[in-house]
């Protein structure tokens, strides 16, 4: 198995509350609720998951070279 980064700081684009999170290593996470502001983040367009759009590491799918979880089978 090819070796990846598990945690990802996630920065809300709302309020700027930053948060590190380990990431789901075989799943997307389509969800985060900010625990700053409540709000719920969602992948912007182009991105499979939301640590892909507001983290500071790619979802380890993607940094695997798996492609977006959503085209699994």
Do not use: N, W
Not at 38 to 61: H, I, N, W
């Amino acid at each position: 198995m090819a070796d990846f980064e598990r945690f990802s700081v996630i920065t809300c684009p709302a309020c700027g509350h930053r948060e590190r999170e380990r990431m789901p290593v075989d799943a997307c996470q389509f969800y985060y609720d900010c625990k700053g502001c409540g709000q719920m983040l969602r992948p912007e367009a182009g991105d499979c998951c939301v640590y892909c759009s507001f983290g500071t590491a790619k979802c380890p799918p993607i940094q695997m070279g798996e492609g977006c979880c959503d085209t699994k089978v």
